[in-house]
């Protein structure tokens, strides 16, 4: 992935399917204006070959974080 800044996705705490953190990081991608790297990372995803290689796939579109975290930064520009 090129150098852009990760945005933040709320996965801490999510249902641990793969397919499902998957989901929860494209549509945070697509949210941000970056369709082409959620593609990418679904295509790196589903020709993983481990649940852990895909997780650290995940992280490297998207900061991993909990929802907690994200309203709090919210909160901060409010």
């Known amino acids: 992935m090129n150098n852009t800044k990760k ?14 953190l998957m989901g929860i990081a494209s549509r945070t ?4 204006g970056m369709q082409e790297e959620a593609k990418e990372m679904c295509e790196k995803i589903t020709s ?4 852990d ?15 907690e975290e994200i309203e709090e930064d919210d909160e901060e520009y409010e």
Do not use: H, M
Request: aromatic share 8%; charged share 20%.
């Open 29 to 32: 991608l697509k949210r941000n």
């Open 48 to 51: 993983s070959g481990s649940y």
């Open 7 to 20: 945005p933040k996705c709320a996965l801490i705490g999510e249902d641990g399917n793969i397919f499902n």
């Open 53 to 67: 290689q895909a997780l650290a796939i995940i992280s490297d579109y998207v900061e991993v974080t909990s929802r």
